[in-house]
């Protein structure tokens, strides 16, 4: 198992103003899952990812990311983390606009302390994965939406990290651009071994996932198979 909430509930605010985010959520996330949160803007997908990546903290019951429970982890660890077992890839790309694709994709490498040789090695062989080896020297203004997404894929799988979480990948692209990504995320979550978990709003990307978990108003409604992850 990659991570597990049991019994979890998310308060932003406090007294009266108080917004709950989660209510009493408990999940397991297995190895190799392709799962995806599905529901309305504002029912909890956003803040459920952010507790996986120990990004934001539990107001109630516990988060369990590869066997370690996030609330014994001091920031440093949970960033330590992130950087080694967690892949991110946002909606909005993040991607630094002075920066080549090349040179977005080794930064983790490098904060990580990896070789700068090998860190580019390993940047250059994932955009070639991604088919933008021909767009490495290229910066995002010179990007479409599309190829901004990929070199964000690529930038999350560059420390192979056992777990990707994806918010709203496909939100600002058009549908030819999220069938390409969403193809992309399960080859190369296969060929990588990594678990996904991916918020979106999309009936069709959530389809191509190996389980649909449908919220709202912070809560888990149910569970239902996506299209298999192996077809």
């Known amino acids: 198992m990659v991570a597990r909430l049991d019994q979890v509930s998310k308060y932003y605010g406090s007294g009266e103003s ?31 990812l952010h507790l996986l990546a120990g990004i934001d903290r539990p107001t109630q019951g516990s988060v369990v990311v590869f066997g370690q429970s ?5 920031d440093r660890k949970l960033t330590e983390m992130r950087l080694g077992k ?5 909606q909005f790309f993040n991607l630094l606009p002075t920066l ?5 994709v ?22 070639e994965e991604v088919g933008l080896g021909h767009r490495s020297g290229h910066r995002p203004e010179q990007m479409s939406g599309g190829e901004m997404q990929r070199v964000a894929v690529a930038r999350a799988l560059l ?19 999220s069938r390409v990504v969403i193809d992309l995320f399960r080859d190369l ?43």
Do not use: Q, Y
């Not at 996030?70 to 001091?74: Q, R």
């Not at 967690?86 to 946002?90: L, R, Y």
């Not at 983790?108 to 955009?127: F, H, N, Q, S, T």
């Not at 649909?212 to 198979?225: C, H, Y």
């Open 106 to 127: 080794e930064l983790p490498g490098l904060l990580r302390g990896i070789d700068p040789k090998e860190a580019r090695r390993r940047a250059i062989a994932l955009l």
């Open 70 to 74: 996030l609330a014994e982890l001091e």
């Open 189 to 231: 979550g296969k060929r990588h071994g990594a678990t996904l978990v991916l918020a979106t709003h999309s009936p069709e990307v959530a389809a191509a996932s190996s389980r649909i978990i449908r919220m709202r108003d912070g809560r888990v409604l149910e569970e239902a198979p996506g299209k298999s992850w192996d077809s």
């Open 18 to 48: 108080a917004t709950c985010a989660l209510r009493s959520v408990s999940l397991e996330i297995e190895e190799g899952e392709f799962v995806a949160l599905v529901g309305p803007s504002g029912c909890g997908k956003s803040s459920l």
């Open 86 to 90: 967690i892949g991110i890839v946002f």
């Open 159 to 177: 420390l192979e990290p056992g777990m990707v979480l994806a918010d709203e990948p496909t939100g600002n692209l058009d549908s030819e651009a």
């Open 100 to 104: 080549t694709a090349v040179e977005n």
